[in-house]
């Protein structure tokens, strides 16, 4: 069983930065494509950012220029490194990772909170 623990959210004033960890774990994958994604209340989940395997990264416009995503493989860990955090950028924050075998794992979320 693979496991992905995310952590890192909290409340914090527009302007500010937050970094989220995901930590992957359990049986032995190969990890395909990691990513991050969003669920604000009464709204749909949306992409926030991928990383492949080989290093990759891609951005949903809403959060380019601010937002980063990294992964150290040698801690099995992704991040997302958020900066000028706006109020809509309040959400659930959800790291997924698709593995080679296309096995699809998500995390229990964790909260991004941004105050006006």
């Known amino acids: 069983q693979v496991q992905l623990e995310e952590s890192g959210g909290g409340l914090v004033q527009a302007g500010s930065s937050l970094r989220l960890s995901c930590a992957i774990s359990?049986?032995?994958?190969?990890?395909?494509?990691r990513g991050w994604y969003r669920q604000a209340p009464g709204k749909q989940r949306e992409w926030v950012a991928t990383?492949?395997?080989?290093?990759?990264?891609n951005y949903a416009d809403s959060v380019k220029g601010r937002f980063t995503i990294s992964s150290d493989n040698a801690k099995n860990t992704v991040y997302l490194q958020m900066n000028s955090l706006k109020p809509e950028d309040t959400a659930a924050y959800y790291c997924?990772?698709?593995?080679?075998?296309?096995?699809?794992?998500w995390g229990q979320g964790t909260q991004v909170t941004v105050s006006s």
């Open positions: 359990g049986r032995t994958f190969t990890a395909y494509r």
């Open positions: 997924r990772m698709i593995t080679r075998a296309r096995h699809d794992y």
């Open positions: 990383i492949t395997s080989g290093g990759s990264t």
